[in-house]
């Protein structure tokens, strides 16, 4: 949710600015703004998209050797000019851009318009920024100081970058709860959400801790201190991230591309980890937990969205193969609810961006009633792998599309390497059993790839169903899951009704909006209790529903009943969800782009969640 961009050095900041907003328009936003520093302070801001601020700049004073940049997602106003960042202070010597949410900023703002200061927007990042320069006059201190005496003032998240006239060579970072990256350049810094914008330029990188402030002089080294004053010594990380694979590589949208490079992804992360010939299954970075796991009285996952439909697969994985009770949480519910968590309780936190706000307020609740944390995330260095014991990435490469795809059959294939590798420590599958399913689950690339062959009869259905205006998804033990992610992926991106369902509920609420209008995906490969979904699939046909059918090669039952039939190769059940999630991915996919609708960004949505 987002997106802040920095630049101090030599350059003209303008190009690096606007270049990294567009890196950033993934995360979701409804306006866009820059601010630069030379003589004076120019602020340009405007509703929209990237492009508008682009035009909107035309003519006007850009130069200037440092700069700022937002996207914002609104929280605290609606989109509009006002609200858009950098905001500026009363004086207009200082401009910010924030992300997060300072939750006390009614009260702050209260006590400020008592005092005779009067606000432009509805934002609470003017009233932080109101409150800084109020520090500032009235404490007689700098503008670091005044910083950090508002930051011990300030109840909420926050990422924010501060520039001044009078503090002409210099940029101040702030963080805490939200995430910020430095990239250290030569001769030059930049600063941004991500890693995005800052990939084409260096790949040495320090990432903010919680309640540290950078200072970052045009001349000089990097300096970094707390909000109480005490000097912290950067740490530098290489970024493993390529700048290819942020481009969309030939492919139509980020979301497209993503799809298909799900054969590499999925054998990445099972790489390194995954030896069927030598029978082994090895998670590295979990090593020194793996007792924990095995003793764990129960293993709870925590997660929100995609992830959490992930952790839903996880669920059965590990019950069924290592049987350990699992139960999977709502990251932003479990938070809230006081839930009883014992020490020898494990709990596996799960998160493509690894910067989720509820999931990080989640694995702090755990860790203070004493559990052990896991984290499975994508991002190499965000907050969740740092505040974890430990984890393993699931090396996925960057997701750009805001519905997620390649991530979530990632987050599968991890879980899967995980049950069987509790499950053969265990000792609770046969060593031949264990065999077999490493051997298939290193097969599922190959099959996935298959399974993208199916794309042009995808396509041919998504044009018979564009206009529809509801959408039921049914599956039945693994496959339950994977039509709550397919109905998810409908509703994100074309903005269709859905609702995913365990096939046997239907029954009990759902079949009475079934007819002759109601197109209903099932899920139903020839594994498990598949005589139950033909079941299920009757009883919609006995109503006038339309079947889209997704079936294991060579089906006859289900093709038999169904109005499309969607094939996907042959695997183990628990494997299935993998192969199945990718028709469902491709039919949102087709729909949602023949309805017009902006397949990459669609709206109001964010990529990472990073505020509640």
């Not at 440092?66 to 401009?95: D, K, M, V, Y």
């Not at 045009?218 to 004053?229: A, D, Q, S």
Request: proline share 4%; aromatic share 8%.
């Amino acid at each position: 949710m987002c997106g802040i961009v920095a630049y101090i050095g030599p350059k003209q900041a303008f190009p690096v600015l606007i270049k990294g907003l567009y890196r950033l328009e993934y995360r979701g936003y409804d306006s866009a703004g820059i601010a630069l520093l030379n003589d004076s302070l120019n602020v340009y801001k405007t509703k929209g998209k990237v492009a508008d601020l682009e035009a909107h700049v035309i003519n006007k004073d850009i130069k200037g050797n440092i700069g700022i940049g937002h996207t914002r997602w609104a929280t605290h106003g609606e989109p509009n000019n006002e609200n858009a960042h950098p905001h500026l202070s009363p004086s207009q010597n200082i401009a910010i851009i924030h992300n997060g949410i300072i939750e006390n900023y009614a009260s702050l703002k209260k006590e400020l318009v008592n005092r005779g200061y009067t606000f432009r927007s509805e934002t609470d990042t003017e009233v932080l920024i109101h409150l800084i320069e109020d520090i500032q006059i009235n404490e007689k201190v700098d503008l670091v100081e005044a910083l950090q005496i508002a930051l011990s003032q300030v109840i909420g998240a926050y990422a924010l970058v501060l520039i001044a006239k009078g503090d002409n060579d210099k940029l101040i970072l702030a963080k805490k709860g939200s995430p910020l990256v430095i990239g250290i350049g030569n001769g030059e810094y930049y600063a941004a959400s991500d890693a995005t914008p800052i990939i084409e330029y260096t790949r040495e990188v320090v990432y903010l801790e919680d309640e540290e402030i950078a200072i970052i002089p045009r001349y000089g080294e990097l300096k970094i201190k707390t909000v109480k004053n005490q000097d912290k010594t950067p740490y530098s990380h290489k970024l493993e991230m390529q700048l290819n694979e942020i481009e969309k590589g030939g492919f139509e949208h980020f979301m497209l591309k993503e799809i298909y490079e799900q054969p590499r992804s999925i054998k990445d992360s099972m790489r390194g980890r995954l030896n069927a010939i030598q029978g082994v299954v090895n998670l590295g970075g979990i090593a020194q937990y793996e007792n924990k796991l095995v003793n764990a009285r129960r293993i709870i996952i925590v997660a929100c969205g995609t992830s959490w439909h992930a952790g839903l697969v996880g669920e059965y994985l590990i019950e069924e193969l290592a049987r350990i009770s699992v139960e999977v949480e709502y990251a932003s519910e479990f938070r809230y609810r006081n839930p009883i968590i014992y020490e020898d309780d494990v709990v596996i936190a799960i998160s493509q961006s690894g910067e989720t706000a509820d999931t990080l307020a989640a694995i702090e609740l755990a860790k203070s009633k004493g559990a052990t944390i896991i984290g499975i995330c994508n991002v190499v260095g965000s907050s969740i792998a740092r505040a974890t014991h430990a984890g393993s990435y699931t090396h996925a490469g960057p997701e750009i599309g805001v519905a997620s795809t390649k991530a979530f059959t990632a987050q599968v294939t991890l879980l899967s390497l995980l049950a069987l590798q509790l499950a053969y420590t265990k000792g609770q599958i046969p060593y031949k059993r264990f065999r077999e399913l490493t051997y298939e689950l290193e097969a599922i690339p190959k099959k996935v790839e298959e399974t993208l062959e199916a794309n042009t009869i995808i396509k041919e259905i998504a044009g018979i169903f564009k206009n529809a205006s509801n959408f039921l998804y049914l599956g039945r033990g693994y496959n339950f899951p994977v039509a709550l992610e397919g109905a998810l992926k409908l509703k994100e991106i074309s903005y269709i009704h859905a609702e995913g369902y365990p096939a046997a509920e239907m029954k009990h609420g759902p079949i009475a909006l079934i007819d002759d209008h109601m197109p209903v995906v099932v899920i139903a490969p020839n594994k498990g209790i598949y005589d139950k979904v033909l079941s299920n699939i009757q009883e919609v046909k006995a109503r006038k529903g339309i079947i889209i059918a997704v079936v294991t090669k060579g089906d006859i039952e289900v093709r038999r009943m169904a109005d499309y039939v969607i094939e996907i190769p042959e695997t183990e059940e628990m494997f299935v969800p993998i192969l199945a999630t990718i028709p469902l991915q491709l039919l949102s996919y087709h729909i949602a782009l023949l309805r017009g609708c902006n397949v990459d960004q669609p709206r109001n949505l964010a990529k990472s969640v990073t505020v509640e």
